[in-house]
């Protein structure tokens, strides 16, 4: 390629200025996207043999172009095939640098924002996506045409292309984003409930150290009390009141099923009243059985079960339980300067262990866990390394930052040394001097233009000769091109097929993963199976020895009541015998008086025909059987004169069953009698009266 030496006045030295038409001619037909615009139009002159060449102007935009252009494919680079995509609109951005004074103010041209636009919305953009992928691929194809095709007609609205993409790109992004957060708060909820399920473990697995347990106690604390740990740890957090409660709760319930020993009261009446509240509150915390009625019951009923031997003074069989595997927390270590300086949102190119490259925007920094959550594109979550993992990394390069964010503008800036607002306005008024006098060289070189097509002409007569022996080597070069780009044509064949057989890998790796978790799934589904049928036998088993115990409660119960029964008949039997008696010795009493006659009827009433009982109940007139309510107590009492025990002077009541009520001496007696707090509800004739009466019918 041959050499430009610029004249500052005028084109390069030694040619003939080239017309702007067929500058942007040269750049139309341009077809090696490696070479810079410059480079692009000076390789086409050459191998035609024009000898006109850009002006000063020219030359130095179509370097500024290429350089910034330079800058950004190596400062923002983009995986193939959207690399080469946009590397078309090298020619279109050279083209309009040529005609649009616009175009020099970095960010302020409609092709500026939407490179970077175009650039923002690949930068995580592989071709491992899939679907999302190849949606990006085919907008940013059809962006490219539409731009390109400026370049035939010229009129075509780069503004409202610009706003469509970035529009697209808001989109995309909001979507992507949307997917992040929910991976980042399905992160935080399985941190969430594993920190639940350590602290609810520790605390667990703290009682049980302290006070031994029975096994049934134990499996229970262990098993649904733990599950409901873990739910008001969720529910209400480490620190709030309810945890607080729950934790006293089981103290209060393993502290309860301590022996009470023989000597000291204080402690059983604390258990006592530790047991009375204890169900309520076991009741309220069982969170994990709150819509399985029969189970709170179940585990309730446990409890009081092992109360109810202890206030019996009965023995438990106290011992330590295994405690519940508790996953250790990780010891947060100091982040290293190198990840302090990484914030989320940033994009990385992070190499693998089998040496495939990835695109990974950081998520989430999970410091508690020391590690580190990246996302791709889509906002699937792809890796999660941990600090050390990241760090070593870095160390070996094979993590590289990939900027992002006003890219082309920023490589259009740097290109001129613009790195500072300051440099910007300085280069806006060199621009501005640039222009006019690009105005004016143009309106010269019109003119000269004229003058020059003359002699055009005759040099294109005098060079036809050159021009046939450069045809016949263009043909030949042309040749070798075609060659080449069959070569390079079975080259991206055998890549094309080696992605497929890569591709065919990975898909059956993902079929052989998920038949693996499948089975698991199966595996667990099955443990859990096992689990639940274990627990519904212990439940039956524990229903049974309940039911048992209450049988034979209430067998023991049925013949304390048969035995109450059967006393109470027996004493009621032996006194309508007594009865039976009396009446039949009075009868025989009446008889003998009967047989001897009036002379001799006065004298017995002092003699054996009254007993003792009936002498002394005959001074205060009453009789034996007589009823008596007596109001002297706190509560009415109804006896029947059942004695009058002579030897100490005292009467004695009993009930309807014959069990003594009271027994109050004569002078007591009659001083209720007297205080009107004493009622004689039944009398009936003394024996005295009973033996007058009989003589008198004698006597009759």
Not at 190 to 195: G, N, P
Not at 638 to 647: G, T
Not at 653 to 670: D, E, S
Request: net charge negative; with cysteine; hydrophobic share 40%.
């Amino acid at each position: 390629m041959r050499e430009v030496f610029a004249d500052p006045d005028g084109a390069a030295s030694g040619a003939q200025a080239m017309a702007l038409d067929e500058l942007l001619g040269y750049l139309r037909n341009t077809e090696d996207l490696s070479l810079s615009p410059l480079q692009s139009v000076l390789a086409q002159t050459e191998s035609i043999g024009d000898p006109a060449l850009p002006t000063h102007e020219q030359i130095a935009t179509l370097h500024w172009v290429g350089t910034a252009f330079r800058d950004w494919e190596d400062q923002f680079p983009l995986e193939e095939p959207l690399a080469s995509q946009l590397r078309r609109l090298k020619p279109l951005a050279a083209a309009l640098a040529l005609t649009d004074a616009d175009f020099f103010v970095p960010g302020g041209h409609p092709l500026h924002q939407l490179l970077d636009n175009l650039q923002l919305a690949a930068v995580g953009w592989q071709a491992r996506l899939g679907r999302a992928g190849h949606l990006l691929e085919k907008q940013v194809a059809t962006t490219v045409d539409s731009a390109l095709t400026w370049l035939q007609a010229g009129d075509t609205d780069l503004a409202q292309l610009c706003q469509q993409v970035a529009t697209s790109t808001e989109r995309d992004k909001a979507r992507a984003d949307r997917m992040v957060q929910r991976m980042i708060e399905t992160e935080l909820g399985r941190m969430k409930t594993a920190a639940a399920k350590r602290h609810a473990a520790e605390m667990i697995n703290a009682a049980l150290h302290h006070h031994p347990a029975p096994p049934k106690i134990a499996e229970f604390l262990q098993g649904a009390w733990y599950e409901s740990a873990q739910l008001v740890l969720l529910k209400y957090g480490q620190d709030s009141e309810e945890w607080k409660q729950m934790s006293a709760t089981t103290a209060n319930l393993l502290d309860s099923l301590q022996p009470a020993g023989e000597d000291d009261p204080a402690r059983r009446q604390h258990i006592f009243e530790v047991v009375t509240k204890l169900p309520k509150d076991l009741k309220r915390w069982l969170l994990s059985l709150q819509h399985d009625s029969d189970g709170v019951n179940d585990a309730i009923g446990l409890v009081e079960f092992v109360h109810l031997r202890i206030l019996r003074k009965q023995p438990l069989e106290l011992g330590h339980t295994l405690p519940i595997p508790v996953a250790q927390a990780r010891t947060v270590a100091r982040t290293a300067e190198v990840l302090a300086s990484i914030s989320e949102g940033q994009w990385f190119s992070v190499r693998l262990a089998d040496g495939d490259t990835v695109r990974a925007r950081l998520a989430l920094r999970l410091e508690d866990e020391q590690r580190l959550l990246f996302a791709n594109q889509a906002g699937v979550k792809i890796l999660q390394p941990s600090f050390a993992e990241f760090e070593t990394l870095l160390e070996k390069g094979g993590v590289v930052e990939l900027d992002s964010g006003a890219s082309f503008s920023r490589s259009l800036a740097r290109a001129v040394g613009i790195s500072t607002t300051e440099d910007l306005e300085s280069f806006l008024d060199t621009l501005d001097d640039r222009v006019k006098r690009a105005t004016e060289e143009q309106e010269r070189l019109r003119l000269e233009q004229e003058r020059l097509e003359q002699e055009r002409l005759e040099r294109e007569r005098l060079e036809q000769e050159r021009l046939k022996q450069e045809r016949l080597e263009q043909a030949r070069l042309e040749q070798e091109r075609l060659e080449q780009e069959r070569l390079e044509q079975e080259r991206l064949k055998q890549e094309r097929l080696e992605q497929e057989r890569l591709e065919q890998a990975r898909l059956k790796q993902e079929r052989l993963e998920r038949e693996r978790l499948e089975q698991a799934r199966l595996e667990q589904a099955r443990l859990e199976q096992e689990r639940l049928e274990q627990e519904r036998r212990e439940r039956e088993r524990l229903e049974r020895e309940r039911l048992e115990q209450a049988h034979l409660e209430q067998e023991r119960l049925e013949r304390e009541r048969l035995q109450r029964r059967r006393d109470d008949m027996q004493r009621l039997h032996e006194q309508q015998q007594e009865e039976e008696r009396r009446r039949e010795q009075l009868a025989e009493l009446a008889q003998q008086q009967k047989r001897r006659g009036p002379q001799q009827g006065a004298a017995p009433l002092a003699g054996a025909g009254n007993t003792p009982g009936d002498l002394g109940a005959a001074e205060l007139d009453l009789s034996m059987g007589a009823w008596l309510g007596f109001h002297d107590g706190s509560t009415p009492l109804l006896a029947k004169l059942a004695v009058y025990d002579l030897e100490n002077d005292s009467y004695i009541f009993v009930n309807r069953l014959g069990i003594k009520m009271r027994q109050l001496g004569k002078q007591a007696l009659l001083q209720l009698m007297a205080d009107g707090l004493v009622d004689i509800l039944e009398t009936r004739p003394s024996f005295r009266e009973e033996v007058s009466r009989l003589k008198n019918q004698d006597e009759v």
